[in-house]
């Protein structure tokens, strides 16, 4: 749970510290080459005096609510994975697609539903949508830009962001990848 935490934590720049005896694979090497600081040792409530936030990803509903209490104490917030009563705020479940991002939540209630329509988006929504949503937020400031009525922007952008515009995006994206390239022709001799 925590490794997964941390990837999302660490692409957004976040100084990360893991408190705990064990740690997994993932987060040792991370530690080793300075990604995050690792103290190998159980939880102590100085530990979240100068956090911003806290994870607390443990399996142990007991040091999870002693996690959230000197949170509490600190006002600091704090997230207990799996462990809805000492959560300040819910991590969601995310679809990525560059500048697409779909999140999920059950506010807490079940993170194995969250986890599971994740994976459903994530199947529905394919890489494509990287260059699409690249390629509509290109043309709505090309529209944005042009003098035109409000009714009039507003269909246009409807229409940039309707099913029909990526069915065709895509049909060309396929072309275009399937193009063969002309080879330059060699040079007589």
């Known amino acids: 749970m925590a490794a997964g935490k941390i990837a999302g934590l660490s692409s957004r720049g976040a100084e990360i510290v893991v408190v705990s005896p064990r740690a997994v694979a993932a987060i040792r090497t991370k530690?080793?080459?300075?990604?995050?600081?690792?103290?190998?040792?159980?939880?102590?409530?100085?530990?979240?005096?100068?956090a911003f936030l806290v994870i607390a990803a443990t399996n142990s509903h007991e040091?999870?609510?002693?996690?959230?209490?000197?949170?509490?104490?600190?006002?600091v917030l704090c997230n207990s994975v799996d462990d809805p009563e000492h959560c300040d705020f819910f991590y969601p479940a995310v679809v990525r697609r560059g500048l697409?991002?779909?999140?999920?939540?059950?506010?807490?209630?079940?993170?194995?539903?969250?986890?599971?329509?994740?994976?459903?988006?994530?199947?529905?929504?394919?890489?494509?949508?990287?260059?699409?949503?690249?390629?509509?937020?290109?043309?709505?400031?090309?529209?944005?830009?042009h003098e035109m009525s409000p009714e009039k922007r507003r269909e246009?952008?409807?229409q940039l962001a309707s099913p029909q515009a990526f069915r065709l995006f895509v049909r060309q994206s396929r072309k275009t990848k399937t193009a063969k390239p002309r080879r330059p022709k060699k040079p007589r001799k």
Do not use: Y
Request: contains cysteine.
């Open 100 to 145: 697409l991002q779909i999140a999920i939540s059950t506010n807490g209630n079940l993170p194995a539903l969250a986890a599971r329509i994740r994976k459903e988006l994530d199947e529905q929504f394919g890489p494509e949508w990287t260059d699409w949503v690249k390629q509509v937020g290109r043309e709505r400031r090309k529209i944005r830009g």
């Open 63 to 75: 040091v999870n609510g002693s996690v959230f209490r000197a949170c509490r104490a600190q006002r």
């Open 31 to 50: 530690a080793r080459s300075g990604v995050l600081t690792w103290h190998r040792r159980v939880f102590a409530r100085r530990d979240v005096e100068s």
């Open 156 to 158: 246009r952008l409807l």
